[in-house]
């Protein structure tokens, strides 16, 4: 619902009516529509860092690296894209609410990664050192 109808549009009662229990009972285990919003992003953030770990711990040359996170993001993308799409669909939100701060931890830990690799690229020559490292990272995430 996040995915399709966006965070605002999407209430409580109409998530509690999707997975068949009262909005009490949601209450139980989510104290707001934001915590559930949270939960999904964390799992989602949590599996691309875990991913990401896995590529930069292989050794790899930084370009051989930059092509597996692009691979990876893109596997993640399609085994969880209604999570890719609250993503990049709420990212305002994101950025701009307090309660949220975990999850632009860990979306600044990921661009961290990104950022990281392609300087390591640019140190060993495998990539141009004449456009910044991050306006190569936006122009890749955009992308991808």
């Not at 707001?32 to 599996?47: C, Q, W």
């Not at 790899?60 to 999570?83: G, N, W």
């Not at 060993?124 to 991050?134: K, L, Q, V, Y």
Request: with cysteine.
């Amino acid at each position: 619902m996040f995915a399709r109808k966006g965070l605002q549009a999407t209430t409580v009662r109409a998530i509690a009516d999707a997975v068949g229990v009262f909005s009490g009972s949601l209450y139980h285990h989510f104290p707001s529509k934001d915590a559930i919003f949270d939960e999904v992003l964390r799992r989602y953030l949590e599996e691309i860092r875990a991913r990401y770990a896995v590529v930069l711990a292989s050794g790899q040359r930084p370009a051989d690296c930059l092509h597996d996170l692009v691979v990876t993001s893109l596997a993640v993308a399609e085994e969880q894209p209604h999570a890719t799409a609250i993503y990049q669909n709420e990212a305002q939100y994101l950025r701009e609410t307090p309660g949220f701060s975990d999850i632009q931890m860990a979306a600044a830990g990921i661009q961290q990664t990104w950022l990281q690799v392609i300087e390591a690229g640019v140190a060993d020559g495998s990539f141009r050192d004449d456009i910044p490292a991050w306006v190569f990272y936006r122009l890749i995430r955009d992308a991808v």
